[in-house]
């Protein structure tokens, strides 16, 4: 069965770092593209950052640099740690899991057909 939990919000102030963690399923974590989305209040869901089937990562430009993508095999765990947080990254943050194909971009919604419940991080000036 297809299965994200996420972990890790909290409220911080700007500067401040967090880590979110995604547990996922055997059959998700094995057999799927995964990737982190955010969504703000009002606002479209967006691509964070997502793994690519090369072994390294996409993100998106206003976090490179600041947010960094890792995963844990034996831990069937998706991270995704955030640096020197601005407000402007308050979102609730969501793990997705999508087939693997051909896609245009490993950041669109389009990608990914499973979510995890959401955990929120507020940050704070």
């Known amino acids: 069965q297809v299965q994200l939990v996420e972990s890790g919000g909290g409220s911080v102030q700007a500067g401040g770092s967090l880590r979110l963690s995604c547990a996922a399923s055997d059959d998700t974590y094995w057999n799927y593209r995964m990737a982190w989305f955010r969504q703000a209040p009002g606002k479209e869901r967006e691509g964070v950052a997502a793994?690519?089937?090369?072994?390294?990562?996409s993100y998106a430009d206003s976090v490179k640099g600041r947010f960094a993508i890792s995963q844990d095999n034996a831990k069937n765990t998706l991270y995704l740690q955030m640096n020197s947080l601005k407000p402007e990254d308050t979102a609730m943050y969501y793990c997705a899991a999508g087939p693997y194909g051909g896609v245009s971009s490993a950041l669109s919604l389009h990608a990914y057909n499973y979510w995890g419940q959401g955990t929120q991080v507020t940050v704070s000036s």
């Open positions: 793994l690519l089937t090369d072994g390294g990562a």
